[in-house]
């Protein structure tokens, strides 16, 4: 194993967004296996170094390989389309106005229910958003329109923790 090779060539999986869980799952598990720095206490300290380091590297693949998003972002990267989510908020006036009645409707939300159907609606535009990065890395190949939808997943996720604690909130009335 080399440190240096991207998540997908570590997991042995294709490069692209479509992944199942499982196999996801599945090739970490294998991965712990072989890299357990127990695996390697006949061999030493420094071996077993290199093992906790290996653990690290394939946790911190695992983390960014089963998590949608940042798998999206990954490939955009790893394209040469970064996300620069700090440098680039430009977003097409239909989402922003998305956003902005989103946020008022949160701002006037007072019950259950109406928290429940925004966050129900922002889930359906999460899974869309989705759907959108799959086709565009995996069917037409165009990772500076993928990285434009990562960075209003972005949007899209903050949004949803905003309703989330919300609704925690009226939970704990």
């Not at 720095?37 to 420094?46: E, H, I, L, R, W």
């Not at 290199?50 to 089963?66: F, G, H």
């Not at 989510?85 to 946020?103: D, G, H, I, V, Y």
């Not at 966050?119 to 995996?138: F, N, P, T």
Request: with cysteine.
């Amino acid at each position: 194993m080399q440190l240096a090779v991207n998540d997908f060539v570590l997991f042995d999986l294709p490069q692209r967004f479509a992944q199942t869980r499982a196999e996801l799952d599945t090739r970490w598990k294998d991965l712990q296996r072989e890299a357990h720095p127990d695996k390697f206490s006949a061999q030493g300290t420094a071996a077993q170094r290199v093992a906790m380091q290996w653990s690290v590297r394939i946790n911190e693949a695992y983390q960014r390989l089963k998590d949608p998003l940042r798998r999206a972002a990954y490939l955009c990267e790893l394209g040469g389309a970064p996300i620069q989510a700090e440098n680039n908020t430009a977003m097409p006036t239909a989402f922003l106005m998305q956003q902005m009645s989103w946020r008022e409707a949160l701002d006037e939300a007072t019950d259950l229910a109406t928290l429940e159907t925004l966050h129900d609606e922002v889930k359906l535009a999460h899974q869309e958003g989705l759907s959108r990065c799959e086709h565009c890395i995996d069917v037409i190949h165009d990772l500076p329109q993928a990285a434009q939808e990562v960075r209003a997943l972005m949007f899209i996720e903050r949004f949803a923790k905003d309703i989330e604690q919300r609704l925690d909130a009226l939970d704990a009335r």
